[in-house]
């Protein structure tokens, strides 16, 4: 089962940026459906966003669309998250999900998690 850890996380501003990385430990990547998970305290884990592996192709959840961005780096089995003008709702842990039937679902294995953390 592939191995994923989160980095990148840390506590910021209402209005600022920051970039969140999965490095996973497969190379065969292109068969798990990679996404992006948060939780906030109190609140059911919720989907944030999920890249194709093989042709990058991507779909946001809508309380993030436009502000946040989710990429991949084949050659290094690294997924990011950018995310630009943050806000205090954004705080939460942030979680890389694999899901090897390749579907945003949340199945597979999951990364310890990386706490984000919004002030206004």
């Known amino acids: 089962q592939v191995q994923l850890e989160e980095s990148g996380g840390g506590l910021v501003q209402a209005g600022e940026s920051l970039r969140l990385a999965c490095a996973a430990s497969s190379r065969t990547l292109s068969r798990y459906g990679m996404s992006w998970f948060r939780q906030a305290p109190g609140k059911d884990r919720e989907f944030v966003a999920t890249?194709?592996?093989?042709?990058?192709?991507?779909y946001y959840a809508d309380s993030v669309k436009g502000r946040f961005t989710i990429s991949r780096d084949s050659a290094e089995n690294t997924m990011y998250l950018q995310m630009n003008n943050l806000k205090p709702e954004d705080t939460a842990v942030y979680y890389c999900?694999?899901?090897?039937?390749?579907?945003?679902?949340?199945?597979?294995?999951w990364g310890q998690g990386t706490q984000v953390t919004v002030s206004s």
């Open positions: 999900n694999a899901d090897p039937t390749g579907s945003n679902r949340g199945f597979g294995a």
């Open positions: 890249i194709r592996w093989t042709d990058g192709s991507t």
